[in-house]
């Protein structure tokens, strides 16, 4: 299990980065939820492939830095710096923290733990 969900992890990261939005959606379950600490929202796939896509889209040289994965029973915790320029030309250094549970292979629930101040240049 530990490998396994350490290779989702590392899969998560590489798709999102690239941009990959139907490559992020191969690896969570249909019904998958993520919720968001900043606005306390559980998003279903579909919203979070959206927020994915418009990501990618919209933040310049978008990288993680400070990457570190832990391998749990029922899953994986990985945190990071988000970092890239903001719509607005603000340079961003979002520090995160992903909880996810795994099962039969694919992420179930993911637990996003995001720096809201950070985050603000996204959100205005």
């Known amino acids: 299990m530990e490998k396994e969900?350490?290779?989702i992890a590392r899969q998560l990261t590489e798709r999102t980065l690239a941009g990959d939005v139907d490559g992020v959606g191969e690896l969570y379950h249909d019904d998958a939820v993520v919720w968001r600490n900043f606005d306390q929202r559980e998003l279903v796939?579909?919203?979070?492939?959206?927020?994915?896509?418009?990501?990618?889209?919209s933040v310049e040289g978008?990288?993680?830095?400070?990457?570190k994965l832990t391998p749990t029973p029922t899953g994986f915790v990985q945190q990071h710096v988000m970092r890239g320029r903001a719509p607005n030309g603000v340079e961003l250094e979002v520090?995160?923290?992903?909880?996810?549970?795994?099962?039969?292979?694919?992420i179930?629930?993911?637990d996003e733990y995001l720096d809201s101040a950070a985050l603000a240049p996204l959100m205005g």
């Open 95 to 106: 520090p995160a923290c992903l909880v996810a549970r795994v099962e039969a292979g694919r």
């Open 108 to 110: 179930r629930r993911l």
């Open 45 to 57: 796939k579909k919203q979070v492939l959206k927020v994915i896509g418009l990501l990618a889209k």
């Open 5 to 7: 969900a350490l290779e």
């Open 62 to 67: 978008l990288s993680y830095t400070e990457l």
